[in-house]
């Protein structure tokens, strides 16, 4: 049971360091830093989004945007929190 709480707290860290990269790329995009004329950044840009999506477009059903800010990375950031800290602190003991 351990090696899979292992695994499992692994891909959420990945996870939110996925999530981060696509805010800022987004906001790299959005600011027109970033050129996606170039083949190799509309390839990241594709995978973030394909990465991210899936999990923040219910969240953006629910949560509206702030004055145009969108606030679904954030709430989606604090539940992988939440899910890290229940699985550390509830099922770690158990695994034990």
Do not use: C, H, K
């Not at 390839?43 to 702030?66: D, K, N, W």
């Amino acid at each position: 049971m351990l090696p899979i709480l292992n695994v499992v707290m692994l891909v959420l860290q990945l996870y939110t360091y996925v999530i981060i990269a696509s805010a800022i790329f987004s906001w790299l995009y959005a600011f027109n830093v970033v050129n996606m004329s170039n083949q190799f950044v509309a390839t990241i840009g594709q995978t973030l989004y394909a990465l991210t999506e899936p999990l923040l477009r219910p969240i953006r059903r629910v949560v509206p945007s702030v004055g145009g800010l969108d606030l679904s990375a954030i709430v989606l950031l604090l539940l992988i929190f939440l899910l890290q800290n229940v699985i550390s602190i509830y099922l770690y003991p158990i695994a034990f």
